[in-house]
């Protein structure tokens, strides 16, 4: 059985060979990086299933390279780790493309717990997308295609990264019906995921630069004031 991959990018040495540790005992295949630079080209040989990088690093800091790998539309999970708590600091490795982050000092433990329910969830993300659906879902003015992951706006590719992939194509199943900040992180993120619910706002934020013509007055991704999200296809 193949071994899952994780790239460990930390400038601390101490940090970054606890991590490698706890990640070998637990049977995955892991290299580090001790600088932006380096782990930015690992990524592009190790091909890594879980990425986990220190937010402030030599060379390249950890946002940019989530920042570089949304821009690519990779789909590669980051977790992000910052020795800052503030919900500023968080949003910002959201917003460059995090799917997760833990703040220091953190728990090993909770760390390779993480790491695992991203591997489950990435197992089986296609088939949960592709699941009782045609292969294309069109709408007025863009087209999502389930078997090649691509969304296609008024006849130009977009690229998404994974979670923006599957929120869209969970509100496009379940229109015209409000959703929760809560429901919308147990279905596209998993139960086990326990970061913020502001994680949602940050993605319908990029999906919304993607999909609508004007994102300060939606046609399709709409805000319910105090409550979530709905998605009108027609």
Not at 66 to 73: A, F, K, V
Not at 142 to 148: G, M
Request: one cysteine or more.
């Amino acid at each position: 059985m193949t071994k899952s991959r994780v790239l460990v990018i930390d400038d601390e040495r101490s940090h970054r060979e606890a991590i490698r540790y706890n990640l070998t005992v637990e049977g995955y295949e892991v290299q580090v990086a001790k600088d932006g630079k380096t782990g930015l080209k690992t990524i592009r040989t190790f091909k890594p299933d879980v990425i986990i990088t220190d937010a402030v690093l030599p060379s390249i800091s950890g946002i940019e390279i989530s920042r570089t790998l949304q821009s690519e539309g990779s789909t590669i999970p980051v977790i992000m780790l910052t020795a800052k708590a503030s919900v500023d600091d968080r949003v910002a490795g959201l917003d460059a493309g995090a799917i997760d982050y833990v703040t220091k000092p953190f728990s090993t433990r909770e760390l390779v717990a993480r790491v695992a329910a991203q591997i489950r969830r990435s197992a089986f993300d296609q088939s949960e997308v592709t699941s009782d659906h045609s292969d294309v879902m069109q709408f007025d003015g863009f087209t999502i295609d389930l078997a090649s992951r691509l969304l296609c706006v008024r006849g130009h590719e977009m690229s998404l990264n994974l979670r923006e992939f599957e929120l869209l194509v969970y509100l496009a199943n379940n229109p015209n019906r409000v959703h929760t900040r809560d429901t919308l992180l147990s279905k596209v993120w998993g139960t086990d995921y326990t970061g913020s619910a502001r994680t949602v706002d940050v993605h319908m934020r990029w999906l919304r630069k993607k999909v609508e013509v004007n994102p300060s007055a939606p046609r399709y991704l709409h805000t319910v004031r105090g409550v979530g999200y709905r998605f009108t296809g027609s």
